[in-house]
């Protein structure tokens, strides 16, 4: 497995380019099976739960991160285009149990695509914020949802002075 | 992240930053309240501009050090944390392909 990491302050995104030693269709089935994709979005200790699952333009993904005290952190995809095994657009939004979006919370515009290479599959998945502002919050919610590992600790030292 | 968190982790570096809010101070100033030698707050200087907490600002003959503006500081620890996650992400799916 390959993985590059591109960092872009200025417009806000991230950029993840992975390339496995495996046939594009399971690669896709990463995202398309919900059994699978609960298994590898939330981090170990905020595992995901997927409750509603419709990868189809138009369709919503909605999902859960439970964290060790078993609060539940909720999320929305709404999906906007999808080409299967090629790629697909949608908004990534928090929302609550309902499945509703929270006002005033950052958007994640991703846009994932994918493609076979010489004994593998590549996959390119751009997050993108609309603006730093809406980057920054995601901080917060990182931290509530078990994203952020040594954030804390920076605080930390920060805190000490 | 782990160089953010070494940058962080010195009392002068920490006291650098903390002047070096207003961006009014050049290198030579800064040195002058330490108790060392002015290379060895250039070299101080040196890691919190590599990892981003300051940069420096040309103006006339001096160059003067400025921290890096708070939101621009967060909008960058908010990739790191993107990053890092999306690095656990790729770990599990690349775990989870290699047992199908």
Redesign the interface.
Known sequence: MELTVDKDLENATLTVTATFAHPLEKVWELYADPRKMERWWGPPTHPATVVRHELTPGGTVHYFMTSPEGEQFHGIWRVLSVEPHVGFTADDFFADAEGTPVEGMPTTHMDYRFEATDGGARMVCVSRYDTTEELQKTLEMGMEEGLAGAMGQMEAVLAEG | ??R??HA??DATR?DILRRSVDGELSVSRLAADYPMSFAAVQKHVAVLEQVGLVTKVRRGRELLVRSEPE??R?????????????????Q???A???E?
């Open positions: 992240m782990d953010l968190f962080l982790a920490r939101a621009l967060r909008a960058r620890e908010a990739l790191d944390q993107l990053e890092e996650a999306w690095r656990g992400r790729i599990r799916m690349s989870l392909l290699d199908d």
